[in-house]
Nanobody
Framework: QVQLVESGGGLVQAGGSLRLSCTFS????????VSWFRQAPGKERDVVAVSNYAGESTYYADFEKDRFTISRDHTKNTVYLQMSNLSPEDTAVYLC???????????????????WGQGTQVTVSS
């Protein structure tokens, strides 16, 4: 059974940086797309970035342009989300999700992903 464990969240001041980690286990990591989503209170779960099975990255939202970077380490079965120049609007629970697919452009809808981590809270103070 695939399991995902996020870490790296916390409280940071506006303008600061955080690096989130998503550690994958229970399957063949190189056969899975892994995506980062975020969900703020009362809002929908939105995709942040996707890393396909080969480690190629796709970003979907303007809010993260030039501020967030997704990367993938196949030696550690881990996907990272480096976030910089954070603002209070980035406050949310950040979750990683996995889907077994060899699509070069994996889906961005949350309902497409069967495996989820428990999430890590990111709080940005002004």
């Amino acid at each position: 059974q695939v399991q995902l464990v996020e870490s790296g969240g916390g409280l940071v001041q506006a303008g600061g940086s955080l690096r989130l980690s998503c550690t994958f286990s229970g399957g063949l990591f190189t056969a899975y797309a892994v995506s980062w989503f975020r969900q703020a209170p009362g809002k929908e779960r939105d995709v942040v970035a996707v890393s396909n099975y080969a480690g190629e990255s796709t970003y979907y939202a303007d809010f993260e342009k030039d501020r967030f970077t997704i990367s993938r380490d196949h030696t550690k079965n881990t996907v990272y989300l480096q976030m910089s120049n954070l603002s209070p609007e980035d406050t949310a629970v950040y979750l990683c999700a996995a889907k077994s697919t060899f699509d070069r452009y994996p889906p961005q809808g949350a309902s497409e992903y069967p495996y989820w981590g428990q999430g890590t809270q990111v709080t940005v103070s002004s």
